[in-house]
């Protein structure tokens, strides 16, 4: 069967300006987010785990943004807003997977802060490029595992009316609403694993910053605490957006009062935060910045010698 998304907008009339703001977003965090990549990798100083890291992170948001915003896009230019049974729960399974992912990888970026500062001796032998590898590797396969399991419960549903979700996209709480199966299985075992895909990452993301804030105070000059704070500003920034949002989406109760609510945090950590993350990066980190001023001049100089 297919179901029909009823989107973030009922009103005809502003099907063409949702339609531009949303194509002038993904457009902006794909090229944020593929520019940060292409730095850490042409730029040497960049090459250390941090960036590593980081790049990783900006992967992460260009496929988090295109299992969405696509099929979005496409409804409001054609009108159409039905998705096939079988689209809808592959969509929502490559969105869970990233959402886990990046859980993760999060947590292991406050990992690599926490050894950097308080740390500092032990970081260059504790951080290798082998453990990066790893620990990105990990951050990856557990999203896809976790969600898999997911994925293989909620193929066994039965969906036999009604078709609308009222979301703009698949997401897990909207889908549930549809079945006319037993759930009760499915959500005993996505409760167990919120825990290991969410609740885990952020209490250790959270532990992580509690010790290093600790180390940053007890640093005797406030220009030593200015630049120690500086190094993990950006990544604390992030952190605070996409969780706030997250608990607030998943902990509000889906009521018809609440719903339009729903959608507008929804939006924001499903589109406006892989549109942040770059800029927050960008902005506020000096080696980001200094890496990009020398691929523009070079990108000038290669102009004009052609």
């Not at 992460?60 to 998705?83: A, H, K, M, N």
């Not at 959608?263 to 406006?272: C, D, G, M, R």
Request: positive net charge; charged residues 10%.
């Amino acid at each position: 069967m297919d179901f029909v998304l009823l989107g973030i907008g009922n009103v005809p009339s502003l099907q063409t300006p949702l339609f531009i703001l949303l194509f002038m977003i993904y457009l902006v965090t794909m090229v944020g987010n593929i520019l940060i990549v292409v730095l850490v990798v042409a730029d040497w100083h960049l090459h250390t785990p941090m960036y590593f890291f980081l790049s990783n992170l900006s992967s992460l948001e260009i496929c988090y943004s295109s299992t969405i915003l696509p099929q979005l896009l496409v409804s409001f230019l054609t009108g159409d807003r039905t998705i096939a049974a079988q689209g809808c729960i592959v969509q929502f399974y490559f969105f869970a997977s990233f959402v886990v992912t990046e859980c993760y990888l999060l947590a292991v970026m406050s990992y690599d802060r926490y050894l950097a500062i308080c740390q500092p001796l032990l970081y260059a032998s504790l951080m290798t490029w082998k453990v990066s590898l790893q620990l990105a590797a990990v951050s990856w396969l557990v999203g896809l595992l976790i969600s898999t399991v997911v994925i293989s419960f909620i193929s066994e549903l039965k969906f036999c009316g009604p078709k609308a979700i009222d979301h703009f996209f698949c997401d897990f709480k909207p889908l549930l609403e549809l079945a006319c199966s037993d759930t009760s299985m499915l959500t005993l075992v996505t409760f167990f694993l919120s825990f290991l895909d969410l609740v885990f990452p952020f209490l250790f993301t959270l532990a992580s910053y509690v010790c290093i804030i600790a180390a940053i105070l007890r640093i005797p000059s406030s220009v030593g605490r200015q630049k120690a704070f500086s190094t993990c500003s950006s990544h604390l920034t992030v952190v605070n957006v996409f969780y706030g949002t997250l608990i607030i989406v998943y902990m509000l109760p889906r009521t018809p009062q609440l719903r339009q609510l729903n959608k507008v945090f929804s939006f924001s950590y499903t589109v406006l935060t892989p549109l942040v993350n770059p800029l927050i990066y960008s902005l506020r980190n000096r080696e980001v910045r200094e890496a990009l001023r020398k691929a523009l001049r070079k990108a000038l100089v290669c102009t004009q010698n052609s």
